[in-house]
């Protein structure tokens, strides 16, 4: 799926918010910028409560505007659709997730990968939405976020080369990511409305991952290697 991700407004020599157009240099800056993180806020707040109330097809950009306290200009200065701004709260969402679960893959344990998949599986249990007819519009932005975040998680610890990879970093590290995702809802699915995903589980997707990290080893060595 094509990612919607927002374009970064463009800051005017007066200080104001021009038309959104391709990422610049300054794209860093520009996040931190108070007006720009409270003005997001406001959006993702405001489409998040309309989603407690109605589907996603049936709330419209002046919707959002006026749930934000913003006019639609403002809207189209940060987003570019109603997708973009969902995509935007998956992901920061995802992000304070992994963030308080401090959560991190630098390379020295592959163990870690561990934690990442049951990051994933809490995240998406803790995102699926009790209504199956809401849950069919997330699904596309869940899958878009998740796997290109963990995506860049993995990169942190594959690229400073500590692991003997079976290919290059990029493509061991999308591999991961996409398998993870999918071997994630895959479980979920066939979980049900049951509790926490079990440790079984993800034990288990582990398991079948770890080879994908460094061929040969098994979550077996690594618990030997610990207890050595």
Not at 39 to 47: D, F, I, Y
Not at 84 to 104: H, K, N, P, W
Not at 135 to 151: A, G, N
């Given at each position: 799926m094509a990612s919607h991700s927002s374009a970064e407004p463009q800051w005017a020599e007066n200080g104001n918010v021009s038309p959104a157009g391709?990422?610049?240099?300054?794209?860093?800056?520009?996040?931190?910028d108070p007006r720009?993180?409270?003005?997001?806020?406001?959006l993702r707040e405001a489409v998040e409560a309309l989603l407690h109330t109605q589907p996603f097809d049936a709330i419209s950009v002046q919707q959002i505007a006026e749930q934000a306290g913003v006019?639609?200009?403002?809207?189209y200065a940060h987003y570019l659709d109603r997708e973009a701004l969902v995509e935007d709260l998956v992901r920061s969402r995802f992000e304070g997730f992994l963030a308080e679960r401090q959560?991190?893959?630098?390379?020295?344990?592959?163990?870690?990968?561990r934690m990442v998949i049951l990051a994933v599986c809490d995240f998406l249990r803790q995102m699926s939405p009790g209504?199956?007819?809401?849950?069919?519009h997330f699904d596309p932005f869940m899958q878009t976020v998740v796997q290109t975040e963990v995506?860049?998680?993995l990169r942190i610890g594959i690229d400073r080369g500590a692991f003997a990879l079976g290919g290059p970093p990029k493509l061991v590290a999308a591999a991961l990511s996409w398998a993870i995702y999918g071997a994630a809802t895959s479980a979920l699915r066939?979980?049900?409305?049951?509790?926490?995903?079990?440790?079984?589980?993800v034990d288990e997707i582990y398991t079948l991952l770890l080879p994908l990290l460094i061929p040969?080893?098994?979550?077996?060595?690594?618990?030997?290697?610990?207890?050595?």
């Amino acid at each position: 799926m094509a990612s919607h991700s927002s374009a970064e407004p463009q800051w005017a020599e007066n200080g104001n918010v021009s038309p959104a157009g391709p990422a610049t240099p300054c794209e860093a800056q520009e996040r931190v910028d108070p007006r720009v993180r409270r003005t997001r806020q406001l959006l993702r707040e405001a489409v998040e409560a309309l989603l407690h109330t109605q589907p996603f097809d049936a709330i419209s950009v002046q919707q959002i505007a006026e749930q934000a306290g913003v006019n639609r200009a403002t809207f189209y200065a940060h987003y570019l659709d109603r997708e973009a701004l969902v995509e935007d709260l998956v992901r920061s969402r995802f992000e304070g997730f992994l963030a308080e679960r401090q959560v991190t893959f630098d390379g020295t344990c592959p163990g870690a990968l561990r934690m990442v998949i049951l990051a994933v599986c809490d995240f998406l249990r803790q995102m699926s939405p009790g209504c199956r007819e809401q849950q069919r519009h997330f699904d596309p932005f869940m899958q878009t976020v998740v796997q290109t975040e963990v995506e860049k998680v993995l990169r942190i610890g594959i690229d400073r080369g500590a692991f003997a990879l079976g290919g290059p970093p990029k493509l061991v590290a999308a591999a991961l990511s996409w398998a993870i995702y999918g071997a994630a809802t895959s479980a979920l699915r066939a979980q049900g409305e049951a509790g926490e995903l079990e440790d079984r589980l993800v034990d288990e997707i582990y398991t079948l991952l770890l080879p994908l990290l460094i061929p040969g080893l098994t979550a077996a060595n690594i618990e030997a290697s610990h207890s050595a």
